[in-house]
T-cell receptor
């Protein structure tokens, strides 16, 4: 399967701990996006990369959040000093409009974070 | 502010009938619209999209209609099947101004009864 993968699928952590999630996009996709989804809501944009450059960050992304895509392939999202309000599904998506000619984003299965 | 809105949290239809899911948007910069389906504990799965230069796009049982003047789009599924039961999200993007990031609606839970 060459779709978007995310690791881990589930993470339970105590308030105040740091967590890091990984996303591996579809291999030829140069754009990578992070979204967050809470119960009963649609996904909300957090940040996106074009190759290794982080081009946009949402105001939702507080200074406790940092994302990287060091070689333009996989990406990591780190949350420092987690709070209970960080509990959500964290989704990664990738796309490559110049290759495919379309703007669809393909999502991974998500990482479910629970902060206790 | 909620730039993409799905006013119906749920919809129930009989197998074989048509399902119509609706979506409204407010941002006139949006020029590309997508529908995603989501099962519990999975990521959203892309279904169908439409550019603002079109008013209809069809793919098998799925058809998306866009009414730009009303800032309204709808997804028609016909015939509906029990396997279509899922949460459906409408999403929109402004391709030239925001890196194609997606703005999602709240979702509509579709239940197709056998």
């Amino acid at each position: 399967d060459t779709g978007v993968s995310q690791d881990p699928r589930h993470k339970i952590t105590k308030r105040g701990q740091n967590v890091t999630f990984r996303c591996d996009p579809i291999s030829e996709h140069n754009r990578l996006y992070w979204y967050r989804q809470t119960l009963g809501q649609g996904p909300e944009f957090l940040t996106y990369f074009q190759n290794e450059a982080q081009l946009e960050k949402s105001r939702l992304l507080s200074d406790r959040f940092s994302a990287e895509r060091p070689k333009g392939s996989f990406s990591t999202l780190e949350i420092q000093r987690t709070e209970q309000g960080d509990s959500a599904m964290y989704l990664c998506a990738s796309s490559s409009p110049w290759v495919s000619g379309s703007y669809e984003q393909y999502f991974g299965p998500g990482t479910r974070l629970t902060v206790t | 502010d909620q730039q993409v809105k799905q006013n119906s949290p749920s919809l129930s239809v009989q197998e074989g009938r048509i399902s119509i899911l609706n979506c409204d948007y407010t941002n006139s910069m949006f020029d590309y619209f997508l529908w995603y389906k989501k099962y519990p504990a999975e990521g959203p799965t892309f279904l169908i999209s439409i550019s603002s230069i079109k008013d209809k796009n069809e793919d098998g049982r799925f058809t998306v209609f866009l009414n730009k003047s009303a800032k309204h789009l709808s997804l028609h599924i016909v015939p509906s099947q029990p396997g279509d039961s899922a949460v459906y999200f409408c999403a929109a993007s402004a391709r030239e101004t925001s890196g194609s990031r997606l703005t999602f609606g709240e979702g509509t839970q579709l239940t197709v009864n056998p």
